[in-house]
T-cell receptor, first 116, second 111 residues
Framework: DSGVTQTPKHLITATGQRVTLRCSPRSGDLSVYWYQQSLDQGLQFLIQYYNGEERAKGNILERFSAQQFPDLHSELNLSSLELGDSALYFC???????????????FGPGTRLTVL | GIQVEQSPPDLILQEGANSTLRCNFSDSVNNLQWFHQNPWGQLINLFYIPSGTKQNGRLSATTVATERYSLLYISSSQTTDSGVYFCAVSPTSGGYQKVTFGIGTKLQVIP
């Protein structure tokens, strides 16, 4: 158990809908990362938050948004869902080292999203 | 952006055999991790190893940062080692990192 929790574990929804994925980082970790793992794209970095602020952005679609709350949990919002958004979504957390360089990342169990 | 290449893409081993997985990266890095994704999809941390050598039981890893590669050694493989092994890196340049994963090495250990 990495100490990172994600809910829900599975989510089945229809095209055009909106869903929210939730992540709680390990105790003491200030950074939260979101990743998407699909069969054709592999593991893709989406976005990183550090202590409530967006720090780095990867291949995140405009239909997707995220935020990190004062208690450090994070939510990833996916809207206007398409079939191609079906994937495993991971959250990871870490403790910053220095000058913005991060330590080891620990991954949650993931949320498997199926869009029908 | 930084390129990460893993080899081999697929590997089938007899239980008890040893193997070496390789990760090449195209730019200098300040963060390199090896993960094992088990058949249930869980990503398990193996090593945080931006440089040097580490060992944990039957597994060990070496990163030669100056030559931009890392190796993961699996000795006396077991069926529970099956799954996909990923290398993930963060480039030194650009301040805050965008972590890049390789496509992985899919390992199957047969009894």
């Amino acid at each position: 158990d990495s100490g990172v929790t994600q809910t829900p574990k599975h989510l089945i929804t229809a095209t055009g809908q909106r869903v929210t994925l939730r992540c709680s980082p390990r105790s003491g970790d200030l950074s939260v990362y979101w990743y998407q793992q699909s069969l054709d794209q592999g593991l893709q970095f989406l976005i990183q938050y550090y202590n409530g602020e967006e720090r780095a952005k990867g291949n995140i679609l405009e239909r997707f948004s995220a935020q990190q709350f004062p208690d450090l949990h994070s939510e990833l919002n996916l809207s206007s869902l398409e079939l191609g958004d079906s994937a495993l979504y991971f959250c990871a957390s870490s403790t910053p080292r220095f000058r913005g360089h991060d330590n080891e990342q620990f991954f949650g169990p993931g949320t498997r999203l199926t869009v029908l | 952006g930084i390129q990460v290449e893993q080899s081999p893409p697929d590997l089938i081993l007899q239980e008890g055999a040893n193997s070496t997985l390789r990760c090449n990266f195209s730019d200098s890095v300040n963060n390199l991790q090896w993960f094992h994704q088990n058949p249930w999809g869980q990503l398990i941390n193996l090593f945080y190893i931006p440089s040097g050598t580490k060992q944990n039981g039957r597994l060990s890893a070496t990163t030669v940062a100056t030559e931009r590669y890392s190796l993961l050694y699996i000795s006396s493989s077991q069926t529970t080692d099956s799954g996909v092994y990923f290398c993930a890196v963060s480039p030194t340049s650009g301040g805050y990192q965008k972590v890049t994963f390789g496509i992985g090495t899919k390992l199957q250990v047969i009894p």
